[in-house]
């Protein structure tokens, strides 16, 4: 062979030998990476907590009725005054305790005759606790039944309902997260188990959203709190 075409030769070799190699180590790492991909589990953790709220929002509701709105007003005050003494009574101070604008109605606008009822106007005025004593409220409630007997008339409606409020969420959020997570990988784990195989790292890991529900119709001072997270591992 001609010796000018050794070199040349020689080059085109190496340079297929180096090409050769390469490739083979790049299909090692795709075969690797495509094994892992196929090695992957998919779970959900879950987290409940108990909490008790911290807040409470109470409006006690009242309805008056007159045959004029000088009339109407004055009553208006005369109850809020009698409910807020109650209150106060009761336990809860004046910062707690904030009184909203009254609704009036004009119950002859759309009536006439005999149909027209004894008093002419009428208003719905809602006296708000928003107070942190809890306990103190789950007690007082069912005590203000006593008003009535002062001739007031508490009205009850879905509108004005009374919510008990758990404001720590945020406290309470990482350790839940931790949790949910270790649930996630207990489950993981029995997978892996039954794979014949071990629980390796985290590929990718999405939190669900939090929900504060009450406990049940009876106890809504006592709230479930709740997350899912669902997590990806991947198997060793």
């Known amino acids: 062979m001609n010796k000018n075409y050794l070199g040349p030769a020689f080059v085109l070799g190496v340079t297929l030998a180096i090409g050769l190699i390469w490739s083979g180590s790049y299909l090692k790492d795709a ?10 589990v998919s779970v959900k953790g ?15 509701s009242f309805s008056v009725s007159a045959d004029s709105l000088a009339d109407l007003y004055q009553a208006i005050d005369a109850d809020k005054n009698k409910i807020s003494a109650f209150l106060t009574q009761a336990g809860f101070k004046a910062q707690e305790l904030s009184f909203a604008a009254p609704v009036e109605q004009d119950l002859w606008a759309n009536q006439y005759g005999e ?3 004894p008093l002419r106007y009428k208003a719905d005025a809602v006296l ?3 107070s942190q004593q809890v306990v103190r409220v789950k ?5 203000s039944v006593q008003l009535v007997s002062q001739g007031i008339l508490l009205t009850q409606n879905y509108e004005h309902k009374i919510q008990y409020i758990f404001t720590q969420l945020n406290d309470i959020k990482p350790q839940m997260i931790a949790d949910a997570t270790a649930n996630a990988r207990q ?32 106890t809504p001072e006592i709230k479930k709190v ?11």
């Open 226 to 236: 709740r997350v899912v997270t669902s997590v990806e591992y991947l198997l060793d």
């Open 115 to 117: 149909q027209r009822p």
């Open 31 to 40: 075969v690797q990476l495509w094994k892992q991909a196929d090695r992957v």
């Open 128 to 130: 708000l606790v928003r």
């Open 187 to 218: 489950a993981a784990a029995q997978f892996a188990e039954d794979a014949d195989a071990e629980v390796g790292s985290i590929r990718s890991a999405q939190q669900g959203y939090f929900s504060v529900s009450d406990l049940d119709t009876y």
């Open 139 to 143: 007690k007082t409630q069912p005590e």
């Open 46 to 60: 879950l987290a409940e907590r108990e909490v008790d709220a911290d807040l409470v929002l109470w409006p006690v």
